[in-house]
């Protein structure tokens, strides 16, 4: 049987906001770079071969170009205009995916995330039409009632990075549906037409970083990868 193609839909929506910072948080620099880049090197160490599209807001597809310059980023990807939510994006990216693949969809801002990882994704996804990357909490959980709030069992939960990888069948049938308020992820997404959701595990370096916090993290992380 033919091997599908493998896409990565690394999606780049951040405007700054929670990062208190002047320009996107996909834009600001890890190890002399963006963290968009480090992001797009790790697909790329993981299949030379893959399709990646990149979906940012049209305002920055010129400021993207220019980075991109700017740093000599000789990495071959797609730009795609994002929506204005991230279903949107995601749907947007799709449109660029053609016929049977394997198609992962990625935070931007999730630069550490590990080549093993990917590759355990896309087998599972290729195996069982899904694969979420997932780990354990590493606190206690509460959960919040109407009279205040109780503690729940941690080790039947699980916290949910990306990629998420999908059959590119599943990923569009799922795009087709109207949005919807409960939809945080693909998997929330996908999940709501009835299909199953294969979890895979992730690792706590696979950071999304958001907050001047994760910036701090995400520097020690650069400087001590394998």
Request: charge should be neutral; proline fraction near 6%.
């Amino acid at each position: 049987m033919a091997k599908l193609p493998k896409y990565a839909i690394i999606v780049a929506g951040g405007s700054g906001s929670r990062m208190q910072a002047a320009i996107p948080k996909q834009f600001l620099e890890v190890a002399g770079k963006p963290i968009l880049m480090h992001t797009i090197e790790q697909f790329y160490k993981y299949n030379p071969q893959i399709r990646i599209v990149v979906v940012l807001p049209q305002q920055q597809l010129d400021a993207w170009r220019k980075l991109c310059q700017k740093h000599q980023f000789k990495l071959f990807h797609m730009t795609v205009p994002g929506g204005d939510t991230r279903f949107g994006s995601v749907k947007n990216g799709l449109d660029t995916v053609f016929g049977e693949a394997l198609v992962a969809v990625h935070d931007g801002v999730r630069p550490f995330v590990e080549v093993k990882t990917i590759e355990a994704a896309f087998e599972a996804a290729e195996k069982d039409g899904s694969a979420v990357v997932a780990v354990s909490p590493k606190d206690s959980i509460r959960e919040l009632t109407d009279d205040g709030s109780r503690a729940v069992p941690r080790a039947k939960y699980k916290l949910v990075q990306t990629p998420q990888c999908f059959r590119a069948s599943i990923l569009r049938k799922a795009y087709e549906q109207p949005e919807q308020e409960h939809f945080t992820d693909d998997a929330s997404v996908v999940e709501s037409i009835g299909e199953a959701i294969t979890l895979v595990e992730g690792s706590y370096r696979n950071i999304k970083i958001t907050t001047p916090e994760d910036l701090i993290l995400a520097e020690a992380f650069a400087g001590s990868q394998p």
